[in-house]
Structures are given as structure tokens and as C-alpha cells.
């Protein structure tokens, strides 16, 4: 009678933690330099492609007015990510409570979710204004689609045997769906999140360029048409920050709550 | 303790009706174990989860301490083909989680918990989580499980089909050893004849198609038994042999009855 060891890997923590993030590491460090050597050796325009020095000066001389877009942006982006949540998941609850709200409701959100968010985009201007409202509904928009179906499809996927485990203790609906339904489909809201979280930003820099004033969205319209190019990819490696930021958030936040999921799916 | 009276059961399958079960009459008495063997498709499960209170027959009534069953009785408790632990929850929480949902006492119940662990080789074990633990200790940590409520009568489906032969076989030999410290009424389904004869005081014989009750067979040898040599291993041999031709089909007709 043998437990199964809780650790299998090779190599010590510490090596696994610096390969983990070494490498990639000098994968952008390699591709930064690759950038650089380019616009030098073909004497590139800066208003063309900006050596990475000049990203840098834009983001330096203008720090304090980037990082108070990015505040404006991330705020969006959390704001509409988190009534997702909210909504998606109660929506994916009763989908998978009743069979009559799921045929009622599927279909619809199937042909919402079929038009292009940004088709939408310029109507909501002319709903909301140029506001912060606005963005925060189009990043909403984006995120709701996929937490409702992996939600829904988490919910579902409960194994027979448990439910006939807790059915055979007479357990009432609540009780099976807190003890084991919810908790068994956590991995793959989890899923959802994830992927929503990625649209999120998508979404606020969309419902930015449609019309705002304010936000990295904007900063790269307005520097795209004075042809400020350094300030656009000093905003666009802001974005990349908060994507990834978010992102990685999220999967730490996995890790602390759900540590049983990585090793059962 | 357990009487199934004229129980039928009929299933509304995809292209027609099945039956799964017809007239079973069989009684369970008092700390009795029976086991159920048969072919799979015999009704063996069906059987069991009647008297869970999981099915309600198509006719005939099903009893439990003299009362009809008609929904899960906490004095009932049901032991899966798999172990069906939450992995989420760590091997004590889950052998809990009949405390939480039938609302019994925790402290007490928690100190049972930690004895039947002990009991069934799994302390040290209580802050794991069922992903950590072998095929054996799952199913070890969901017997305790089914124990917690201390229920009147336990029914196990199958319980250690999945396991290889001799932990299997520990297994049975443990159960046996908890009967003899428990009172407690067993209804065991199994298709292999060796785990039937090991741990049965009677053997009930299922046929399949629809399922009938075929045969009894008492099983009067002493406890506690060992598959390995030992001073009953003609009687042993005896139970095994009537039980296989009951169960295997004759070589003539055995295109009609697979």
C-alpha cells in the first residue's frame, strides 16, 4: 500500500523556477536587440518603426500622462471583466438548472454572440456617450460569451457517481449543487475566465478608438494621427502589461484556490 | 431486515421496454451478508439501488427495518463501484461529507472519522487529497465513507471490481473484520465468485434477462476466511463449483445464454 508521491518532476524548484522564467526572458531580450539592430541597420523612419530607444523616450517624457491612461483602460477592463463574472456565471447557473431556460436561452446567445462586437461599438457611443460607460459594456460584451458556456458546460459535466453519491444521502438541490456541482465545475470557470480576461482588454481598446477621451485606446488613435509613433508603441506595450498581468493574476489565483485541478484533468 | 417482496422492475429503454428485474422475493435478515452474483445485465445494481431508495420498483414492495422504502434512509448507506471521492476535498472532508449533509454531530463524528481511518490502515493520510492516494486507499477512504452515518445496513455495488486481485482481496479480508466489530446487515454485488464466497453468509444467484432469483446457496464455512490454504478449502471448492455452473451456461446452450 503505496501514496502515490506527491512531487514527480525532475530538478530542484529553483532550477525549474529559473528555466521557467529565464527562457522566455531571453527570448525578448533576443527579439528587443534583433528590433533594435534592424531599424539602425536599414536607417528606419522613426514615425515608420521606432527603435526601441525611442519607445522608451516617449514613455519617459510622458510617464505620468501613459500611466494615468493605463489607469483609465485597466479600470475599463476590470470593471466590465468583473460584471462578466458576475452575470455570465448566474446565467450559466440557471442554464444548467432547467432545461426550459437552457432551450429558451442557448439559441440566443448563440445569435448574439454571432455579431462582431465592434459592429456594436459605434452604437454604443451614440447610447452612452464617450464616457467610460460605454467600454466598460463592450468589454462586458466580449467577456460574457465565454464564462456563460464554460460555465454551463462545467456545471453539466458532473460525474453520474457523484451525483448518485449525494442523491443517496437525500441531499437537497441546494446542497448538491454547493457540495458538488459548483465546486466540480470551478476548473473550468476557471477556463472561461481565462479566456475572457484576454478579450477584456480587447474589448476597452476597441470601444476606445470608436470615440473616448481618454484611455491608451485613445493615446494610440491621437498619436497615429499626429504620427507619434513611439507614443503608440509605448501605449501598446502598456496593453501587453495589463493583458499579461491579468492573465498570470488569474492563474496564480487557480493555483492558490483549485490546487486538486491541475492533477485531475 | 431488508425484504424484497414480488419486486419487478421495467425499464423504458430505447427500443422498448427492458426488463431488468422479475418477481424477486428475497429477505435479508439481521447482520446477515448476502451477496448478489450474476452476469452483468442481471439486475444486480438494480436491485441494490431499489433498496437505497435510489429506483422504485415497477411492483412488488421493498422493506427496510420493516418500513417501505420510498426515498434514502440515513440508516442505509451505499458503497459505489468507484471510489467517488471529491477531489477537492481531503480524505477526512471527504469521509465527512455524510456528516455535513445528513447535519450530524461534527465533534463526534470527527473523532469516529479518525478510528475508522485508523481502522482501515489510512491514518497519516487525513490532510491528503484523493488524487494522491492508490486505486486501494480510494476505495479504503470511501468505505469509511459509508460507515460514518453507522448505518443498519450497508449495500455495496461492486466495490472492489476495480482493484487488482490482492488488494482486492485485503479488502475483503478487512471487511470481514469489521463485521465482526460492527453489527451490520450487508448486501454485496460481485460477479466473481471467489469474493462471494469469501465474504457471504448466503449467496444469492441472479439470472439474467430478465433477472430471476435462481438459486441460494448458505455458506456455512467458518470466518474468518482466507482464499490462501486453509482447513475449509474443500467446502471452499464445493460453493466455487456450484457457483460457476450456476453461472456459466452448459456448452450446449451456450449460444441462447451469453
Given at each position: 500500500m503505496t501514496a502515490v508521491p506527491r512531487t514527480r518532476r525532475i530538478g530542484s524548484r529553483a532550477t525549474r523556477r529559473l528555466v521557467d522564467w529565464g527562457l522566455p526572458v531571453i527570448a525578448l531580450v533576443a527579439l528587443v536587440a534583433l528590433w533594435w539592430l534592424a531599424t539602425i541597420v536599414f536607417s528606419i523612419e522613426k514615425f515608420l518603426v521606432p527603435a526601441p530607444d525611442d519607445v522608451i523616450e516617449a514613455f519617459v517624457g510622458q510617464s505620468?500622462?501613459?500611466?494615468?491612461?493605463?489607469?483609465?483602460?485597466?479600470?475599463?477592463?476590470?470593471?466590465?471583466?468583473?460584471?462578466?463574472?458576475?452575470?455570465?456565471?448566474?446565467?450559466?447557473?440557471?442554464?444548467?438548472?432547467?432545461?426550459?431556460?437552457?432551450?429558451?436561452?442557448?439559441?440566443?446567445?448563440?445569435?448574439?454572440?454571432?455579431?462582431?462586437?465592434?459592429?456594436?461599438?459605434?452604437?454604443?457611443?451614440?447610447?452612452?456617450?464617450?464616457?467610460?460607460?460605454?467600454?466598460?459594456?463592450?468589454?462586458?460584451?466580449?467577456?460574457?460569451?465565454?464564462?456563460?458556456?464554460?460555465?454551463?458546460?462545467?456545471?453539466?459535466?458532473?460525474?453520474?457517481?457523484?451525483?448518485?453519491?449525494?442523491?443517496?444521502?437525500?441531499?437537497?438541490?441546494?446542497?448538491?449543487?454547493?457540495?458538488?456541482?459548483?465546486?466540480?465545475?470551478?476548473?473550468?470557470?476557471?477556463?472561461?475566465?481565462?479566456?475572457?480576461?484576454?478579450?477584456?482588454?480587447?474589448?476597452?481598446?476597441?470601444?476606445?478608438?470608436?470615440?473616448?477621451?481618454?484611455?491608451?485606446?485613445?493615446?494610440?488613435?491621437?498619436?497615429?494621427?499626429?504620427?507619434?509613433t513611439p507614443l503608440a508603441f509605448a501605449a501598446m506595450a502598456l496593453l501587453g502589461v495589463i493583458s499579461i498581468v491579468l492573465f498570470y493574476g488569474l492563474n496564480a489565483l487557480e493555483k492558490v484556490i483549485l490546487p486538486w485541478a491541475e492533477e485531475n484533468r | 431486515m431488508i425484504k424484497l417482496t414480488h419486486v419487478s422492475h421495467v425499464f423504458a429503454g430505447r427500443q422498448g421496454e427492458v426488463h431488468a428485474l422479475d418477481d424477486i422475493t428475497l429477505e435479508v435478515r439481521r447482520n446477515e451478508l448476502v451477496t448478489l452474483v450474476g452476469r452483468s445485465g442481471c439486475g444486480k445494481s438494480t436491485m441494490l439501488r431499489m433498496v437505497a431508495g435510489l429506483l422504485r420498483p415497477s411492483s412488488g414492495t421493498v422493506t427496510v427495518a420493516g418500513e417501505l422504502v420510498g426515498k434514502p434512509r440515513q440508516d442505509v448507506s451505499f458503497m459505489f463501484q468507484r471510489a467517488a471521492l471529491l477531489p477537492w476535498r481531503?480524505?477526512?472532508?471527504?469521509?465527512?461529507?455524510?456528516?455535513?449533509?445528513?447535519?450530524?454531530?461534527?465533534?463526534?463524528k470527527r473523532r469516529r472519522a479518525h478510528e475508522l481511518l485508523e481502522l482501515v490502515g489510512l491514518a497519516g493520510f487525513e490532510k491528503r487529497l484523493p488524487h494522491e492516494l492508490s486505486g486501494g486507499m480510494q476505495q479504503?477512504?470511501?468505505?469509511?465513507?459509508?460507515?460514518?452515518?453507522?448505518?443498519?445496513?450497508?449495500?455495496?455495488?461492486?466495490?472492489?471490481?476495480?482493484?487488482?486481485?490482492?488488494?482486492?482481496?485485503?479488502?475483503?479480508?478487512?471487511?470481514?473484520?469489521?463485521?465482526?466489530?460492527?453489527?451490520?446487515?450487508?448486501?454485496?454485488?460481485?460477479?466473481?465468485?471467489?469474493?462471494?464466497?469469501?465474504?457471504?453468509?448466503?449467496?444469492?444467484?441472479?439470472?439474467?434477462?430478465?433477472?430471476?432469483?435462481?438459486?441460494?446457496?448458505?455458506?456455512?464455512?467458518?470466518r474468518p476466511r482466507t482464499l490462501g490454504r486453509n482447513a475449509y478449502a474443500d467446502r471452499v471448492a464445493e460453493v466455487s463449483a456450484e457457483l460457476h455452473e450456476l453461472l456459466m451456461p452448459a456448452p450446449m446452450a451456450s449460444e441462447g445464454a451469453g
Open positions: 505620468g500622462f501613459l500611466l494615468e491612461q493605463t489607469w483609465v483602460t485597466l479600470l475599463e477592463t476590470v470593471q466590465g471583466f468583473a460584471v462578466a463574472v458576475v452575470v455570465g456565471i448566474s446565467t450559466a447557473m440557471s442554464i444548467a438548472s432547467s432545461r426550459l431556460l437552457e432551450k429558451m436561452i442557448y439559441p440566443l446567445l448563440l445569435a448574439v454572440n454571432a455579431v462582431p462586437k465592434i459592429a456594436i461599438a459605434p452604437i454604443l457611443v451614440v447610447w452612452l456617450g464617450f464616457g467610460q460607460f460605454p467600454k466598460i459594456v463592450m468589454v462586458f460584451l466580449l467577456c460574457f460569451f465565454p464564462i456563460v458556456i464554460s460555465t454551463a458546460t462545467g456545471l453539466k459535466s458532473t460525474p453520474a457517481e457523484l451525483t448518485e453519491l449525494v442523491r443517496s444521502y437525500d441531499a437537497s438541490r441546494l446542497q448538491v449543487f454547493f457540495k458538488v456541482r459548483f465546486p466540480y465545475a470551478l476548473p473550468q470557470v476557471m477556463v472561461g475566465l481565462k479566456t475572457a480576461i484576454s478579450l477584456a482588454v480587447i474589448g476597452a481598446v476597441i470601444a476606445e478608438f470608436v470615440g473616448a477621451d481618454a484611455g491608451l485606446g485613445f493615446v494610440i488613435v491621437q498619436s497615429g494621427a499626429s504620427a507619434d | 481531503t480524505v477526512l472532508d471527504n469521509v465527512l461529507l455524510p456528516v455535513e449533509i445528513l447535519r450530524l454531530d461534527r465533534a463526534a479504503r477512504a470511501s468505505l469509511c465513507r459509508s460507515l460514518i452515518q453507522d448505518p443498519l445496513v450497508l449495500l455495496m455495488d461492486e466495490p472492489f471490481s476495480a482493484l487488482d486481485a490482492l488488494t482486492r482481496e485485503e479488502l475483503s479480508i478487512e471487511l470481514q473484520r469489521i463485521r465482526m466489530e460492527q453489527e451490520m446487515t450487508i448486501v454485496f454485488v460481485t460477479h466473481s465468485i471467489e469474493e462471494a464466497v469469501l465474504l457471504a453468509d448466503r449467496v444469492a444467484v441472479l439470472s439474467p434477462r430478465p433477472g430471476r432469483l435462481r438459486k441460494i446457496i448458505d455458506v456455512d464455512i467458518p
